[in-house]
């Protein structure tokens, strides 16, 4: 069974910085890619940064470039993800996803087949 955890959520303020983590099992990790997501309230999921499992490839949702750094320890099976200089703006629950290699690195809702449920980041001014 795929399962994916996500940790590392909680409160933080204005120009601080959090590490989100993003546990996975149940599948075999170098064979997929794993995105990081984001739902603010009353707000659409929308992807955040995306890494190839196998060999390391990333992609970043504009406005997280520079900002956010997603890496991987394939040691542990986690993915994580770096935040810093974090805005009210970014508050909202974090999810991470995981799609087959074989549909690319895009980071798109609909590409992704396993959700975790989500961790929360609350940044306050």
């Not at 504009?62 to 970014?90: C, W």
Request: glycine share 12%; net charge positive; aromatic share 12%.
């Amino acid at each position: 069974e795929v399962q994916l955890v996500e940790s590392g959520g909680g409160l933080v303020e204005a120009g601080g910085s959090l590490r989100l983590s993003c546990a996975t099992s149940g599948f075999n990790y170098g064979d997929f890619v794993i995105g990081w997501f984001r739902q603010a309230p009353g707000k659409r999921r929308e992807g955040v940064s995306s890494i190839s499992m196998s060999d390391g490839s990333t992609k970043y949702r504009a406005p997280a470039k520079g900002r956010f750094t997603i890496s991987r320890d394939n040691a542990e099976n986690t993915v994580y993800l770096q935040m810093n200089s974090l805005k009210p703006e970014h508050t909202a629950v974090y999810y991470c996803a995981a799609v087959n290699v074989r549909k690319g690195l895009g980071i798109q809702t609909w590409q992704y087949d396993y959700w975790g449920r989500g961790t929360q980041v609350t940044v306050s001014s």
